[in-house]
């Protein structure tokens, strides 16, 4: 696989490995933490690099995990991710730009049928054959519609995301 890397390559994200993180804030609760899982994806490596030219994922919200079942069904629910419509999240990188502890990329979310720019920072780990990724960022709920209940106000608005991947 170090041929591969030197000679460029695309990187197929082992999903088993890798996982999608939120944080947002309640007013009932503190803070509720939550996991996505990450069912696919690729990283496009230009030859003799370790900065992506370029990123592509999908996570899966039907199996979003609060550690409370009751907040789970309902963030899957219409009000909220709606899973049932949209079964799925994407993410496609549209510029990266390297920086002196990795990069930052930014890229298209689409969540909820609503498609939105986004920005990450991301950090290189890893060896050279399979790097890895730890990525952060905030979102913004509301551009991606989901403002229409009735405890809205409780909820905060900015979530904070990070990302652990890890290549095949």
């Known amino acids: 696989m170090l041929a591969a890397f030197v000679l460029g390559?695309?990187?197929?994200?082992?999903?088993?490995?890798?996982n999608a993180t939120?944080?947002?804030s309640h007013v009932f609760v503190g803070h509720v933490t939550g996991t996505?899982?990450?069912?696919?994806g690729t990283i496009d490596i230009p030859p003799g690099a370790r900065v992506?030219?370029?990123v592509s994922a999908v996570l899966d919200p039907k199996?979003?995990?609060t550690d409370e079942p009751d907040r789970d069904a309902a963030l899957q629910g219409p009000d909220w991710?709606?899973?049932a419509l949209f079964p799925q999240w994407t993410f496609v990188s549209t510029a990266i730009t390297p920086t002196a502890t990795g990069f930052t990329m930014d890229g298209l979310l689409t969540i909820h049928g609503v498609s939105q720019p986004e920005e990450l920072t991301v950090t290189v780990g890893g060896e050279a054959a399979h790097p890895s990724y730890h990525a952060t960022g905030f979102i913004d709920r509301h551009a991606f519609g989901m403002k229409r209940i009735?405890?809205?106000?409780a909820i905060g608005n900015p979530v904070s995301v990070t990302l652990d991947i890890v290549t095949q």
């Open 9 to 18: 390559a695309v990187l197929t994200i082992d999903a088993p490995k890798s």
């Open 150 to 153: 009735q405890l809205d106000p």
């Open 63 to 65: 199996k979003i995990k």
């Open 36 to 40: 996505v899982p990450i069912v696919s």
């Open 81 to 83: 991710f709606d899973t």
């Open 52 to 54: 992506p030219a370029r």
């Open 22 to 24: 939120f944080t947002v």
